[in-house]
């Protein structure tokens, strides 16, 4: 059984830099993500990486800003979030898709229960 868990979230002032994290257990290869949803919106995918490769994907949003890493001896994925905005504020899940490949996408079927941002001007 896959199971993740987040950590990682807090309150920072707009500009601000936090690390989450998402340990894996169960989960070896396949496809991770982190996906946000703050409130009254949509879900919505902020960043992916592939296990076998290390390739990774980011929302337009994020792109510059955010950096999805993996650490496969701890089987940990972290998100390093810089400069960041009010309109960051959500919740941020790990979320994973074990064997999946680039070529297939990654569409999550286990979730963590995840970690809130909250960023404030």
């Known amino acids: 059984q896959v199971q993740l868990v987040e950590s990682g979230g807090g309150s920072v002032q707009a500009g601000g830099s936090l690390r989450l994290s998402c340990a894996a257990s169960?989960?070896?290869?396949?496809?991770m993500a982190w996906v946000r949803q703050a409130p009254g919106k949509e879900r919505e995918g902020v960043a992916i990486?592939?296990?076998?490769?290390?390739?990774?994907w980011y929302a337009d949003s994020v792109k510059g800003r955010f950096t999805i890493s993996q650490e496969s001896a701890k089987n940990t994925m972290y998100l390093q979030m810089s400069s960041l905005q009010p309109e960051d504020t959500a919740m941020y899940y790990c979320a994973a898709r074990r064997f999946a490949i680039v070529s297939g996408g990654c569409v999550p079927d286990y979730w963590g229960q995840g970690t809130q941002v909250t960023v404030s001007t």
């Open positions: 990486i592939y296990t076998a490769d290390g390739t990774t």
């Open positions: 169960g989960f070896t290869r396949g496809c």
